[in-house]
């Protein structure tokens, strides 16, 4: 016999329910305005790389939250992932960037 709710409707499992944390309305005007102050003579990846440092600098480190405040600001999901990964590394004088086991993102200090 199948489990059922109290109306009899068979129960569903919550498992596949992801959460969806909301960013404030503050970040997402500062970073607009951040990328909208880089002028026309940075390009794409350029911008693109700028956002992932300032989402980092932000507390948004995760690939996940990278990428759905980069979509929210109307860059494409590949371009972002594409830039995630190619900008992570451990040598600070060759990456801006590095991924820990957890999946985190930190700013590579340049120092």
């Known amino acids: 016999m199948d489990a059922t709710s109290?109306?009899?409707?068979?129960?569903?499992?919550?498992a596949h329910i992801r959460i969806i944390k909301?960013?404030?309305t503050d970040l997402?005007?500062?970073?607009?305005?951040?990328?909208?102050?880089?002028?026309?003579?940075?390009?794409r990846h350029g911008r693109a790389d700028t956002l992932i440092l300032a989402c980092m600098g932000s507390g948004i480190v995760t690939k996940s939250e990278i990428i759905g405040m980069a979509i929210r600001l109307g860059f494409h999901r590949g371009h972002i992932a594409i830039?995630?990964?190619?900008?992570a590394g451990n040598n600070a004088a060759v990456y801006l960037w590095r991924r820990d086991a957890d999946g985190?993102?930190?700013?590579?200090?340049?120092s």
């Open 104 to 110: 985190r993102y930190s700013v590579n200090d340049r």
């Open 6 to 14: 109290y109306n009899g409707a068979p129960k569903r499992s919550v």
């Open 22 to 24: 909301r960013e404030s």
């Open 83 to 87: 830039r995630l990964k190619e900008g």
């Open 28 to 43: 997402i005007s500062s970073l607009r305005k951040m990328l909208e102050g880089l002028g026309h003579d940075v390009n």
